[in-house]
């Protein structure tokens, strides 16, 4: 009898430790599985923040080396930018508001390249109206909100408007291939920040030599990721 209650509860003891071994199973599959969810989501949030890190970058770096070479102009160079950022932050909008419809067909690698083609065409459009504005806009603005002293700015403001909208086509070529869940973009995000940053400590004598590297980067950036896209081959 008492051997027959030994084994009794030897084998309830076995099922028991068998079934937490089950348990115990069931959960690391179910960590691992919670865990793999959170990979698309890190890997999401760290192409974000790269990408986000070259925009300051791109934005910053002319400012500080405008003050640094050229510190008595430099007022004249923050006037001239910071007309133009105006521009880059009206296309950053337009890009938010674009991103959803790209998002939705981003699995129909077909569709989704046409549709970044078509908007690619349209705010390319709605840029060049926003440019012919500029051109007619900020000279006179310049002069009701400035003293004569920032009238030098005059001259680079169309110019510099132009380079923030080539480095805008840059950052939306950048944010569809972020959608399309390819990240070889940094590599040229790459490359060209170091290409800005040889250029404008080998050439920085004048105001208008510095905008002319921006526009020369920042147009040559947005045509290298545009045709990257154009010309990637789809796969069935």
């Given amino acids: 009898m008492a051997s027959l209650i030994v084994t009794k509860k030897a084998a309830t003891l076995t099922s028991e430790s068998h079934n937490q071994n089950i348990q115990f199973k069931l959960n690391?599959?179910?960590?691992?599985?919670?865990?793999?969810?959170?990979?698309?989501?890190?890997?999401?949030?760290s192409n974000v923040l790269s990408t986000q890190v070259f925009f300051y970058y791109f934005t910053a770096i002319t400012l500080i080396l405008a003050n640094y070479y050229i510190g008595e102009k430099s007022g004249v160079?923050?006037?001239?930018?910071?007309?133009?950022?105006?521009?880059?932050?009206?296309?950053?909008?337009?890009?938010?508001?674009?991103i959803p419809y790209t998002s939705e067909v981003k699995d129909n690698q077909q569709a989704?390249?046409?549709?970044?083609?078509?908007?690619?065409?349209?705010?390319?459009?709605?840029?060049?109206?926003?440019?012919?504005?500029?051109?007619v806009a900020m000279p006179v603005a310049l002069k009701l909100l400035f003293s004569p002293v920032?009238?030098?700015?005059?001259?680079?403001?169309?110019?510099?408007?132009?380079?923030?909208?080539?480095?805008?086509?840059?950052?939306f070529m950048a944010s569809m291939e972020m959608v399309a869940g390819d990240k070889d973009y940094i590599k040229t995000l790459v490359v060209f920040s170091l290409m800005l940053l040889i250029a404008l400590v080998k050439w920085n004598n004048t105001l208008e030599q510095i905008v002319t590297i921006e526009l020369v980067t920042y147009t040559l950036m947005a045509l290298v990721l545009v045709l990257r896209f154009l010309t990637r081959r789809i796969k069935k």
């Avoid at 599959?29 to 959170?38: D, G, P």
């Avoid at 950022?85 to 950053?92: A, M, N, P, R, V």
């Fill in 112 to 135: 989704f390249k046409k549709k970044v083609t078509k908007l690619l065409g349209l705010y390319t459009l709605i840029g060049t109206f926003i440019l012919i504005a500029y051109a």
């Fill in 77 to 98: 160079y923050a006037v001239s930018a910071r007309y133009g950022q105006i521009f880059i932050h009206i296309g950053l909008s337009i890009i938010t508001v674009l």
């Fill in 150 to 171: 920032y009238y030098g700015a005059r001259t680079l403001i169309l110019p510099h408007a132009a380079a923030y909208f080539m480095l805008s086509i840059s950052f």
């Fill in 28 to 45: 690391i599959k179910e960590a691992a599985k919670n865990k793999s969810s959170f990979i698309p989501l890190i890997k999401g949030f």
